[in-house]
């Protein structure tokens, strides 16, 4: 909706809306023609299912589904499933508990893994976890490209 005042406009742009009042009259004749070019816009990016990330990361780590969700604390195990929870939480709008919910683990632990990953993408001491981060998300991401 576009309301000749500049008081109030609808952007619509992909299906996102947002309303915007007491625009100048410079900031709403630009919106208003971002408004108008909506058939132009990419569409949004189909959403990332947090399944395929758990099989993208179970595949890349030779490791099944199952695997990541076992009650296993074993090292390897434990690495890899902390980077799918990580992912599931970048990638995806989950909270912790759903997560944890995927993952048959509370919250926290999720909070936890979530940090550490985190932690560990940054630190130039640990390059493995950010090239396996880097890997997987393009893997992730080609796989959502390919279902668009």
Not at 13 to 26: E, K, T
Not at 28 to 55: G, N, Q
Request: aromatic share 6%; glycine share 4%; net charge negative.
């Amino acid at each position: 909706m576009w309301d000749n005042e500049g008081m109030s406009i609808s952007v619509t742009p992909s299906g996102i809306h947002r309303w915007v009042d007491g625009l100048s009259p410079v900031q709403a004749e630009r919106l208003r023609i971002v408004a108008e070019m909506d058939d132009l816009l990419p569409a949004i990016e189909p959403d990332i299912s947090p399944v395929d990330i758990m099989d993208i990361v179970a595949n890349y780590f030779d490791l099944s589904v199952d695997d990541l969700i076992c009650i296993s604390r074993v090292g390897a195990l434990v690495e890899a499933r902390s980077i799918a929870m990580f992912l599931c939480r970048r990638m995806t709008d989950l909270s912790y508990p759903d997560i944890g919910r995927l993952f048959k683990r509370d919250h926290s632990t999720v909070v936890s893994a979530c940090k550490k990953i985190e932690a560990q993408y940054a630190d130039s001491a640990h390059p493995d976890t950010f090239t396996q981060v880097e890997e997987l998300t393009a893997r992730i991401k080609q796989k959502q490209h390919a279902g668009a």
